[in-house]
């Protein structure tokens, strides 16, 4: 019997093409820059040697950045020198030994970020030892605004590094913040302020001055003649003065008086200096 062998031809494999890239995102776009992420669909069949991101815009200096590749297959970048407010012409590309396979995409910069645009509305419940303060944010100033507040002091032109308050409002929107810990009879200097990648945003100053006494305590009595009236306070700081409801005005932590009849009066204890505590 004879055997016939018939060997079957394989054929030519088939010649490499250059790479597939598409594009995958363009994120944290800026004034100046964005993050972009490509990926390789196929090598073509040859060894990729070369991955780039090349952004074009007319009018501008073009930037071409050349990248490694991720362990999956993507690759990325992050630029920070394109111009402001420009259209770009991107594209994402990958080099074998045939030639370049690319993917291509516009995408417009952002414009500058400034300081945020505040203003302070108005300023009210002033006592000798607080006040409200009603503020509104006009604009972000094309950027994230991370905190907002008001800041102040007794000498003009107040900022962050004095006596401040911190806001979560981050917004176009109007807040309230209040003074805490004023002296009676003082000068205030105020602004409003927000800050954000710029820097920190401040409005016009505002001034008021705080009443000459704090009312801190208030209650009635009817002590009678035959006794001596004799309240007492201990403060850690501050002077006073006592109200004794008869039209007898009595400066210092204490007091020693004689009613003529037992009526009930109102005594109030004011602060007439400093920080009642």
């Known amino acids: 019997m004879r055997h016939i ?3 079957k031809n394989s054929g ?24 972009v992420l490509a990926r390789v669909l196929s090598d073509g069949g040859s060894t990729i040697y070369d991955y780039r ?20 297959g993507t690759f990325n970048c992050t630029v920070s020198t394109l111009a402001t407010n420009v259209q770009y012409y991107l594209t994402a590309s990958a080099t074998n030994s045939v030639g370049s396979g ?17 203003r302070i509305n108005s300023i009210g419940n002033i006592t ?30 107040p900022t962050t590094a004095n006596s401040k308050t911190t806001n979560g409002i ?16 003082t000068m205030y200097y105020v602004k409003s302020y927000a800050t954000n990648e710029a820097g920190v945003g401040y409005s016009a100053e505002s001034n008021f001055l705080t009443p000459a006494r704090v009312l801190v305590l208030q209650f009635d009595t009817n002590c009678p003649p035959t006794k001596s009236f004799s309240p007492s306070i201990v403060p850690i700081s501050g002077t006073y003065e006592w ?13 020693s008086h ?3 009849n037992s009526n009930t009066k109102t005594v109030k204890l004011y602060c007439t200096s400093g920080t009642p505590s």
């Open 5 to 7: 062998y018939i060997h």
């Open 12 to 35: 030519t494999p088939p010649a490499a093409v250059a790479p597939t890239v598409e594009i995958v995102s363009i994120t944290n776009i800026t004034s100046n820059g964005a993050t």
């Open 53 to 72: 991101f090349y952004f074009y815009a007319a009018l501008q200096p073009a930037v071409d950045v050349h990248v490694s590749p991720n362990p999956d």
């Open 102 to 118: 690319g993917a291509s995409q516009y995408f417009t910069t952002g414009t500058s970020v400034v300081v945020p645009t505040v």
């Open 128 to 157: 000798g030892i607080s006040a409200s303060v009603a503020c509104e944010i006009l604009s972000k100033g094309g950027g994230t605004i991370t905190v907002s507040g008001i800041c102040w002091n007794t000498t003009g032109s």
């Open 170 to 185: 981050t917004e176009v929107e109007t807040f309230t913040s209040v003074m805490t810990g004023l002296q009676a009879n």
């Open 243 to 255: 109200d004794l409801g008869n039209g007898t005005i009595v400066p210092g932590n204490s007091v």
């Open 258 to 260: 004689t009613y003529a």
